[in-house]
């Protein structure tokens, strides 16, 4: 009697995204080897935010129930005007925005939802661990995929996905294209409950828009920690890179905004400095059997706070294109990459333009402060719905997730 082989993958980058790919590819029944160069699989970094479509994407994976139980589930969201300390826009995240989404937004610690999936991950029989493998190259042939490691170890598999992140080897050998370094630059640090402002000790994530730069804090673990992000555009000639920062450079860009936001500069002890970078969409990232996920398929930076959602989405639209072509995964490729480049190449574009509207100065300030002024949580809605309304069921219909007509 003969049997069926078990079709196999291999996913390079224990990421939030590698681990939701493993999780939506033994779904459809496919053995996984997860690589990983880092010694141990864990996260780094500090806070996210998760709207409803990450929730949407979770859920699907079968992970939603254990990533809320580390969220903080939001009030508000919040945009302030640095410099004179009003409120520009404030869109409620209550039951409207939950009954209209059919899912919570809400900040998490990136450890605890890179946990929450990799609590999935470790109890699927189907996946097996690699760490400290750092991969060199790739290569494949009408049979299989094979990736050869910096120590010469080789591992092999019908497909190989590349998820290891904004500078993947994968998209490397893949694509060979180079990274769009914005020069914008961003501090991410934690502060303690009882460090924070009482005043600004907001169930919301809140954005301080100043000249050129802004501030980002929001509640992490229960309202313990609380997360601080800075941005600003760059004086200095970047390089894609992460390195220790200093409060010194992050005052120099942050003359001139109003004393409340302004206090927060000095409550993180230490700084990690990024110096963001993303990349051109493209038409094309499968090829044959590979294919890219998340921030190797498509880097975004961080001002519409979807880089984790949009990885998300991907490995769940992912698994269900193998699903519909009934396990030809070179064609399944195809379909995913058909359906995930217009949305996600749609966030990159309005990712550049969100930096540019919170970073207004003069004139442009003056028009973006009068852009929201008096509108209707149904009209903040609807412009999201774009975005939000993704989800499992509608994921294979393409950008059509679009706002019903305004009532």
């Known amino acids: 009697m003969t049997t069926t082989r078990p079709q196999s993958a291999i996913v390079v980058g224990g990421g939030i995204g ?139 598999a019908d497909v190989v996905i590349g998820c290891d992140g904004v500078k993947s080897v994968v998209r490397q050998h893949l694509i060979g294209d180079e990274p769009r370094v914005t020069g914008h630059v961003v501090y991410r640090a934690v502060v303690e409950r009882d460090n924070m402002p009482e005043d600004l000790r907001i169930n919301a994530p809140v954005l301080w828009a100043g000249p050129r730069c802004h501030l980002v804090h929001y509640p992490l673990r229960g309202g313990q920690q609380y997360n601080l992000v800075v941005t600003f555009h760059s004086r200095e000639q970047e390089e894609w890179g992460v390195r220790d920062g200093s409060k010194e450079e992050v005052l120099s860009y942050f003359q001139g905004i109003h004393s409340r936001p302004a206090q927060l500069l000095d409550r993180p002890t230490s700084w990690r400095r990024w110096a963001t970078a993303d990349r051109e969409p493209v038409e094309q990232w499968s090829f044959g059997r590979a294919t890219l996920l998340g921030d190797a398929a498509h880097p975004m930076s961080q001002y519409m706070a979807q880089g984790a959602c949009m990885a998300l989405e991907d490995a769940v639209t992912l698994g269900q294109a193998v699903a519909q072509c009934q396990g030809d995964l070179p064609a399944a490729f195809k379909l995913y990459e058909s359906l995930r480049i217009p949305r996600s190449a749609r966030v990159v574009w309005s990712t550049r333009e969100m930096g540019r509207i919170y970073h207004a100065k003069g004139v442009e300030r003056t028009v973006r402060n009068a852009l929201w002024k008096d509108a209707t949580q149904t009209r903040f809605y609807d412009g999201l719905q774009w975005l939000y309304g993704w989800n499992a069921q509608n994921c294979m219909q393409g950008i059509k997730h679009q706002a019903p007509a305004s009532r």
């Open 18 to 156: 590698g681990l939701a790919a493993a999780l939506a590819l033994t779904r459809q029944g496919i053995q996984v080897q997860l690589l990983e160069q880092a010694a141990e699989i864990g996260e780094i970094g500090a806070g996210i935010q998760l709207g409803p479509n990450a929730f949407a994407a979770l859920d699907a994976l079968g992970v939603g129930d254990i990533a809320r139980q580390r969220a903080v589930f939001t009030d508000h969201i919040i945009m302030m005007d640095a410099v004179d300390n009003t409120e520009i826009v404030r869109i409620e995240t209550g039951t409207a925005f939950r009954d209209r989404f059919n899912g919570p937004y809400a900040v998490i610690h990136r450890a605890d939802i890179h946990g929450s999936i990799l609590e999935g991950v470790r109890n699927d029989p189907l996946i097996s661990f690699h760490t400290s493998t750092q991969i060199d190259r790739f290569v494949q042939t009408d049979a299989h995929a094979e990736v050869i490691d910096t120590q010469g170890n080789s591992y092999r």
